[in-house]
């Protein structure tokens, strides 16, 4: 059964760091690009960085870049977002998400495998 599960949400304050894990399936992870959304509360969901399944190129929204890092350790079949200079605007739940189509992944509607969400609080 394809599963992600989140963990490592939680309270920072204006500036500071988080780091979220999913943890994934043998098979997702082999097969499919992993990354990150998120959704203000009142706001849609939107996309916040991936990561290529077969080469661990990463890709980025406009809002995070270079504040934000994503990567994934094999082993484990985990992926990371480290984030950093972390904003009261970067609060949000934040869900780990699948598809096998690397456009796919890129739009919610595409996506085929949703976690069930960290909340991530940022206090100015």
């Known amino acids: 059964q394809v599963q992600l599960v989140e963990s490592g949400g939680g309270l920072a304050q204006a500036g500071g760091s988080l780091t979220l894990s999913c943890a994934a399936s043998e098979r997702t992870f082999s097969t499919s690009h992993i990354g990150w959304y998120r959704q203000a509360p009142g706001k849609e969901r939107n996309f916040v960085a991936a990561?290529?399944?077969?080469?661990?190129?990463?890709h980025y929204a406009d809002s995070v870049k270079g504040r934000f890092t994503i990567s994934s350790d094999n082993v484990k079949k985990t992926v990371y977002l480290q984030m950093n200079s972390l904003k009261p605007e970067d609060t949000a739940v934040y869900y780990c998400a699948a598809a096998r189509d690397w456009s796919h992944l890129q739009v919610a509607s595409g996506v085929e495998t949703w976690g069930k969400g960290t909340l991530v609080t940022v206090s100015s």
């Open positions: 990561v290529t399944w077969y080469n661990g190129i990463p």
